[in-house]
């Protein structure tokens, strides 16, 4: 019953199945890859359905800290809430990554109908400013002349 519950779907990334078709994923790895589309698309992204997505790319250049953590867990819970109804999310939480600019989003959750509780970790990239301390300024401050061609 819980397998026609979460359904199936296309594989992501696409790509093609064993009988010629597109792949396709069912099961918890159908919610899965459906988790990681939700987190990966921005709000705008999708034409024909462009509140779609998760607006934590709007922090990108956010500075790291818990003021961005804390926005990043609300912006998951409420996308993850309005797109993907087959799971309820018991927890997000935010921690540094490894290396510089590394922000993993673990998402606790199970999916609704069973008491199997799941975990999902999501890298996400932001760009570390410029001007945070120990850092050395702005990128070409006190550079003279014409830009580089790149940065016209």
């Not at 990334?13 to 078709?21: E, N």
């Not at 462009?50 to 790291?64: K, M, Q, R, S, T």
Request: with cysteine.
């Amino acid at each position: 019953m819980a397998e026609q519950f979460v359904g199936s779907g296309w594989a992501f990334p696409l790509r093609i199945g064993p009988t010629g078709g597109i792949a396709l994923v069912s099961g918890e790895k159908e919610i899965e890859e459906a988790i990681r589309l939700v987190l990966a698309t921005a709000p705008g992204e999708r034409p024909m359905r462009p509140e779609f997505g998760c607006a934590i790319h709007d922090l990108v250049f956010a500075p790291v800290n818990e003021a961005t953590a804390g926005r990043i867990q609300h912006e998951v819970y409420a996308s993850l809430d309005r797109w993907e109804p087959r799971i309820e999310v018991e927890e997000v939480e935010v921690t540094a990554g490894p290396g510089e600019g590394v922000l993993h989003i673990d998402v606790r959750y199970s999916v609704r109908g069973t008491n199997n509780p799941r975990s999902l970790v999501f890298p996400f990239y932001v760009i570390p400013s410029h001007d945070e301390p120990g850092t050395s300024g702005t990128a070409g401050a006190g550079e003279s002349g014409p830009l580089p061609e790149s940065d016209r």
